[in-house]
């Protein structure tokens, strides 16, 4: 009789511990693992869900141009810092702008395109300690293909059909499209970096003929030779000038 109610007592208690033990696994232990599981698919397949990151991302529909320092104006104009799902950022993803201001973009970084560290070099030494920023007017931006930041040769194209290499591989550093005055064929203005022999040149050369622009494709393409000789403009305009005096008499 003692045994058997030891027995009973037994399986009650066995009978106790595997409710107790359903009961954790029911509301507790299986609920949790449900929703670990949900919510770790949802990382996977909801972005709204999915844990994010600030990167910098290109807002400009034109984008940024190759070789093109990261300044201040152009964070504010071109770039914005915004939340991007761990899941969709690259590796070396630009998170705080401070890192890429003042470098030089080494490729053309288009709309919508999140940036990266490796798309930029440190500012090289493309100015010397005698240029300054000048405008000049020139009458093609090479079917709206240049841009600031590009490398370019500046021509000047005769009214003969023949030209000269004023100034070679230089970066505009601004551009300003759109037709400069109602009476003259200048296209756009281009802000660039230039010594004093440059300044004089460019201004020689742009009343002898219309300035122009080709693009480089690649910064380590060869600069051009620069075929503009002064002393001999200077000659031509002389010749001009007393022309247009002869005619005035």
Do not use: C, H
């Not at 507790?28 to 949802?42: A, D, L």
């Not at 071109?78 to 003042?102: C, H, R, S, Y």
Request: hydrophobic share 40%; glycine share 4%; charged share 30%.
């Amino acid at each position: 009789m003692l045994r058997e109610k030891s027995k009973l007592l037994f399986v009650i208690f066995v009978l106790i511990i595997l409710s107790g033990i359903f009961y954790y696994y029911e509301n507790y232990r299986i609920p949790n693992v449900i929703t670990n599981i949900t919510q770790e698919i949802k990382k996977e397949i909801d972005i709204n869900a999915m844990p994010k990151k600030l990167v910098a991302v290109v807002t400009n529909p034109q984008g940024i141009a190759k070789y093109t320092e990261i300044t201040q104006e152009i964070i504010d104009q071109k770039i914005i810092m915004t939340e991007i799902p761990i899941k969709f950022i690259p590796n070396g993803a630009v998170n705080n702008i401070q890192d890429v201001l003042g470098k030089i973009t080494k490729e053309e970084l288009r709309l919508g395109e999140q940036l990266i560290i490796d798309n930029f070099s440190k500012e090289e030494k493309w100015f010397d300690d005698f240029e300054r920023l000048k405008e000049f007017s020139i009458i093609s931006t090479v079917a709206n293909e240049l841009k600031s930041g590009n490398i370019v040769d500046i021509l000047v194209v005769y009214g003969n059909g023949d030209y000269d290499v004023v100034v070679s591989k230089v970066k505009i550093k601004n551009l300003i499209e759109g037709k400069i005055e109602d009476n003259s064929d200048s296209y756009a203005q281009i802000v660039i970096p230039v010594n004093e022999t440059q300044i004089r040149n460019l201004i020689a050369a742009d009343k002898l003929g219309d300035l122009t622009v080709r693009i480089y494709l690649d910064e380590s393409q060869k600069a051009s030779k620069e075929t503009f000789n002064y002393e001999k403009a200077k000659q031509q305009l002389r010749f001009v000038e007393a022309n247009e005096k002869g005619e005035d008499m």
